[in-house]
C-alpha cells in the first residue's frame, strides 16, 4: 500500500480561478489530495491543520504554486482557532468562496472502551469543528458568486459500521448538519454538500494498520467488503469534492455523496 502523495492522480481540472478556498485537514490525504487539484485549477488555497510539520511538508508539496498556497496552524476542535482561521482569510483576502471542512479523527473500539475524554476528541474535532468553521464563514461566503461548502462525511455517516460508534456518531452528525444547511443557506445562494467516502489509502489509514498485529489480514478484512475488491484512493475523493464545490454542480445541494467501490449500495 503507497501512501506517497502523487500529484499525477491529481489532475482532473476544474476551473476555480480567481476563487479562495479553505481546507481544514488540508495537510495530508484527502485534504491535500483536493488542495493540488484546486491550485491545479487555479484557485488560492488556505490549508488548515493542527500540525506544523504536517503543515511544512505539505507547502513543500505544493512548492510549484508558489504564493497561491497558504498554511494556517490551528485545531479546529477548539472554538476560538475556527473563527481565527477566518479572520485571518478575512484579514488576508477579504474574501472566501469555498470551504472543504476534511479535518477529521478515528478511533475504533466498543462502547465500553470509549472514554469521555476519547469522545470529546471525536465530537469536537469532527462534529464542533466542522461546525463552527461554517459558523464564522457564512459572513465572508455570502459575499460570493461561487458560495460552497463540502464536508467530508464517511460511509459511517450513512450506514451503521462495526466497532466504532462515537465515529458514527460524529459522520452520522456531519451528515445531517450538511442537509439542515444546505436548506437554510439555500437563499443565499450557498451550496452545502457532504462527500462519504469508505475506507481510503491515507495516512489516517496507515495509523490504524500500525496498531493491528496482523497488518495484512486486517487489510484483507477492510477490502472484502467492497464490490469494487479494493480501497479507494485520496484523489477519487478529491475529484468528487471538487466537483461539488465548482459550477458543473450549480443545482446540487443538501446532498451525500458516497465514494466508496458501492459499499453502501449493498
Given amino acids: 500500500m503507497n501512501l506517497t502523495f502523487d500529484p499525477e492522480r491529481s489532475k482532473i481540472q476544474w476551473d476555480f480561478a480567481g476563487q479562495v478556498v479553505l481546507i481544514t485537514g ?8 483536493t488542495a493540488h487539484m484546486m491550485l491545479s485549477a487555479g484557485a488560492q488555497v488556505f490549508l488548515v491543520g493542527s500540525s506544523q510539520a504536517k503543515g ?29 482561521v477566518i479572520q485571518d482569510i478575512a484579514d488576508r483576502f477579504g474574501r472566501l468562496d469555498i470551504v472543504v471542512n476534511s479535518a477529521g479523527v478515528f478511533r475504533s473500539g466498543s462502547i465500553e472502551s470509549v472514554t469521555e475524554a476519547q469522545f470529546d476528541r471525536i465530537m469536537n474535532t469532527n462534529v ?24 467530508i462525511s464517511s460511509d459511517a455517516g450513512l ?16 451528515t445531517l ?18 462527500v462519504c467516502p469508505g475506507d481510503i489509502v491515507t495516512p489516517m489509514l496507515e495509523e490504524e494498520c500500525e496498531k493491528q498485529v496482523d497488518r495484512d489480514l486486517y487489510l484483507a478484512s477492510l477490502t472484502a467488503p467492497y464490490p469494487c475488491g479494493r480501497l479507494g484512493r485520496a484523489h477519487e475523493v ?29
Avoid at 140 to 147: I, P, V
Wanted: proline residues 2%; neutral net charge; glycine residues 8%.
Fill in 56 to 84: 511544512e511538508h505539505a507547502m513543500d508539496l505544493l512548492s510549484a504554486f508558489g504564493a497561491m498556497a497558504f498554511f494556517f496552524r490551528a485545531d479546529v476542535s477548539r472554538v476560538s482557532q475556527c473563527e481565527q
Fill in 159 to 174: 450506514h451503521g459500521n462495526r466497532d466504532c460508534p462515537d465515529y458514527c456518531a460524529s459522520k452520522g452528525a456531519v
Fill in 26 to 33: 488540508g495537510t495530508s490525504g484527502i485534504g491535500l489530495a
Fill in 177 to 194: 448538519l450538511t442537509k439542515g444547511l444546505a436548506l437554510d443557506l439555500a437563499p443565499y445562494n450557498i451550496r452545502v454538500n457532504a
Fill in 128 to 151: 464542533k469543528g466542522t461546525f463552527f468553521i461554517c459558523k464564522f464563514a457564512i459572513a465572508l461566503l455570502r459575499k460570493s458568486s461561487h458560495a460552497a461548502i463540502v464536508n
Fill in 238 to 266: 478529491a475529484s468528487v469534492v471538487c466537483f461539488l464545490a465548482s459550477d458543473a454542480a450549480s443545482f446540487v445541494t443538501g446532498a451525500a455523496w458516497p465514494v466508496d467501490g458501492g459499499l453502501t449500495a449493498q
